[in-house]
């Protein structure tokens, strides 16, 4: 949700919209009074797959809990599909809770019902017959690749099968939004990959809108079109995944981006940075190049423009949201002169660059 | 032993699995209800009521510290109500139940209690009714536990039934103390200990058996 996606998109046609929302949790027994959401304003479009990533307690299960009504604002409003979940009673919350899919860290799947019957599990809810209920599951088994696993018990299974058992039952009722409640963050990077390779296909194939809130970065990076970063309560930065992670604004986004691997500095030259150059001091600068730039033979060009030695300290080559992206992080002479040249280099290729301090 | 002890014997284990058998029916249809209303009124749970929670849960607490000889004598008129007798078989259903409720219902609340608060958010995320909770989710997950449960039940039903034969409640236990005890017959005592053993190796054997095919959690395939 940059600022022009908000502009664009007319609330009546956003999948969810944040209006803001506020929500307090009054002081019981040992902890004292808490806000966990201060003013929140999003707006979450159809069809697309937005994160909301954030640190533990900063707020965002309270805010994926009030899409389907589990939490209630203390104030302003939610709206899912243009419908205000505060308003809604109990039995108009369930049946809007019938379209609303959603999957969990732990699962949450019945122990003592199979694979199959866990899956079916909603539409039971729903009161469909038994024969419509096969008709639905079966499909829905061979979508998350289980058909032969559909009389095992999820204890039978792996972390990774389980996740693709409580994806499948999210689907059930053939919502058009589901919830993502950190649901690869109890998984290893593989299984996390395969499982988030599946919500991008079911994003891609049934047009479904998914809203996840996760506190990784690596999650974020691989399946969203658009992120909201959020800290103590409030949303700090948003915007399309690929401009957030290209031009991260707010501390808490670096913060959380710094996690990325390769865009931690060795350890050695971590340590030796300086705030401040000293004369003979070298200049410590992250490129950051996307798009055509990525293509060009950009080092030997800036080599031979700078004049000078450049050392490649780190650097990463990957893709965001499937575009290229590339960050490099330099090290070349701190003088007036050469970072002068540098400096023009990179305005005239277009280059993001961020100093990052200096070293002997 | 003569055959007419044999079959006194033999007819007061019926008597004893008889007054089991009952009371822990009508004791678990009562408390099974209790045990989940405990575990599921409390604040902001399916059926919110703390005030009658606490209220149950007072009542609960009473019947359950009061030792079951006294709850039996205290109770006498309300049997003799119920059965138009205080004493024999019939007369000891009474008090066996009455006890059985509250054992019944906190197990049962226990039992509940242990399930993953992450089912139950997952089922009202699927839009399920607090019912369906209870009956879709709540016992279907608890079922090991229960039926754990229940055989503790039935155990301590049979312990509590030999007591009541102290005041003449009929069954193993009044046989054992008018004959072993009050007749110098330990031959007799011996025998009666030996089947109330054995009852309650039964019961727990069937009831840890049940237990194990319910439960799809911890088995080993």
């Known amino acids: ?360 | 032993m003569s055959p007419d002890i044999l079959l006194r014997i033999g007819g007061a284990t019926v008597d004893t699995i008889y007054m089991v058998a009952v009371a822990g029916l009508i004791g678990s249809l009562i408390g099974l209800p209790i045990g989940i209303f405990l575990a599921t009124s409390g604040k902001g749970e399916l059926f919110p009521a703390p005030t009658l929670n606490r209220i149950v849960g007072l009542i609960v607490n009473a019947t359950r510290s009061t030792p079951f000889i006294i709850l039996v004598v205290a109770i006498i008129p309300f049997t003799r109500l119920l059965t138009g007798t205080s004493i024999g078989t019939k007369a000891a259903i009474v008090p066996l139940t009455i006890a059985t409720i509250p054992f019944v219902a906190r197990l049962v609340e226990a039992a509940i209690r242990e399930i993953d608060k992450g089912l139950i958010e997952a089922a009202r995320a699927m839009g399920a009714t607090p019912m369906q909770i209870v009956f879709k989710v709540l016992l279907a997950e608890a079922r090991p536990a229960l039926t754990l449960a229940l055989t503790m039940t039935a155990v301590s039903l049979i312990g509590y039934s030999a007591m009541v034969g102290a005041v003449g409640g009929g069954g193993l236990g009044d046989l054992g103390i008018r004959y072993g005890y009050q007749r110098f017959m330990p031959d007799v005592m011996l025998v009666v200990v030996i089947v109330l053993i054995v009852l309650v190796q039964l019961v727990q054997s069937a009831g840890d058996g049940l237990a194990r095919r319910f439960d799809k959690k911890n088995r080993k395939t």
Request: glycine share 10%; net charge neutral; no cysteine.
């Open chain 1, 1 to 360: 949700m940059s600022v022009s996606a908000l502009k664009a998109t007319s609330p009546a046609d956003a999948a969810v919209v944040f209006d803001g929302v506020s929500k307090h949790f009054p002081a019981s027994g040992q902890s004292g009074a808490f806000t966990a959401l201060d003013n929140v304003s999003l707006t979450v479009d159809r069809g697309s797959i937005t994160g909301i990533i954030g640190r533990s307690g900063a707020g965002k299960s309270t805010l994926i809990r009030l899409v389907n009504g589990l939490e209630k604002p203390s104030s302003g409003k939610v709206l899912v599909d243009g419908v205000d979940v505060g308003g809604l009673d109990e039995a108009a919350l369930r049946t809007l809770r019938r379209n609303v899919g959603m999957i969990f860290q732990h699962f949450n799947l019945l122990s003592s019902r199979t694979v199959f019957g866990n899956i079916a599990l909603p539409l039971e809810i729903s009161g469909m017959d038994k024969r419509a209920i096969e008709q639905r599951v079966r499909p829905l088994l061979d979508l998350v690749g289980l058909a032969d696993k559909h009389g095992r018990y999820p204890a039978e299974l792996s972390g990774g099968q389980k996740q693709r058992i409580g994806i499948a039952r999210a689907l059930a009722t053939e919502p058009k939004l589901l919830l993502s409640d950190e649901a690869t963050s109890a998984l290893d990077p593989e299984t996390t990959q395969s499982i988030l390779d599946l919500l991008k296909r079911i994003n891609a194939e049934l047009g479904l809108t998914v809203l996840l809130i996760t506190h990784e970065m690596e999650v974020v990076k691989a399946v969203t079109s658009d992120v909201a970063v959020i800290d103590h309560g409030r949303i700090v930065e948003r915007g399309h995944t690929f401009d957030v992670f290209t031009h991260p604004k707010h501390e808490t986004t670096r913060a959380l981006l710094s996690g990325l691997p390769g865009s931690k500095l060795p350890d050695a030259v971590a340590r030796a940075l300086k705030a401040q150059p000293a004369p003979g001091d070298r200049a410590v600068v992250r490129l950051t190049f996307f798009g055509a730039a990525a293509e060009r033979p950009l080092i030997s060009q800036l080599i031979k423009s700078v004049g000078a030695e450049v050392n490649i300290i780190a650097g990463t080559i990957d893709e965001i949201g499937g575009a290229p992206y590339g960050s490099l992080v330099v090290a070349y002479g701190a003088d007036a002169e050469t970072s002068g040249r540098a400096e023009r280099f990179f305005a005239e290729n277009g280059l993001v660059t961020e100093v990052l301090g200096y070293v002997a």
